[in-house]
């Protein structure tokens, strides 16, 4: 298993940009593909987006699709969510997730999770 912890959250106005940051320990980080999900107030939580061990593959949810950048650093043990031409509807709590292979990035799937970071966007 592996411990995330997540930062970068905050406050910003429409249009602003966010780089979120997921801090992963442990030595089998490289092995295990990892995600981003978002979970605002009254709502299920969502995907927003996954990338494979390698780095080699990304996805997106439709409503994020050109605006947010998932990429990773396994020197670093670290996975960024860029996010960029923010909306308001973009205002959840973001967390970050691990699973072994992007199959299992799924709310169901990922066996681990960090403990979230706030963003909200005003208009």
């Known amino acids: 298993q592996v411990q995330l912890v997540e930062s970068g959250g905050g406050l910003v106005q429409a249009g602003g940009s966010l780089r979120l940051s997921c801090a992963a320990s442990g030595r089998t980080f490289s092995t295990y593909a990892m995600g981003w999900f978002r979970q605002a107030p009254g709502k299920e939580r969502e995907f927003v987006s996954r990338?494979?061990?390698?780095?080699?593959?990304?996805d997106y949810a439709d409503s994020v699709k050109g605006r947010f950048v998932i990429s990773r650093d396994n020197t670093k043990n670290t996975v960024y969510l860029q996010m960029n031409s923010l909306k308001p509807e973009d205002t959840a709590v973001y967390y970050c997730?691990?699973?072994?292979?992007?199959?299992?990035?799924?709310?169901?799937?990922?066996?681990?999770w960090g403990q979230g970071t706030q963003v909200t966007v005003s208009s």
């Open positions: 990338i494979s061990w390698s780095g080699s593959s990304t």
């Open positions: 997730a691990a699973a072994l292979n992007t199959r299992l990035l799924t709310t169901a799937g990922a066996h681990s």
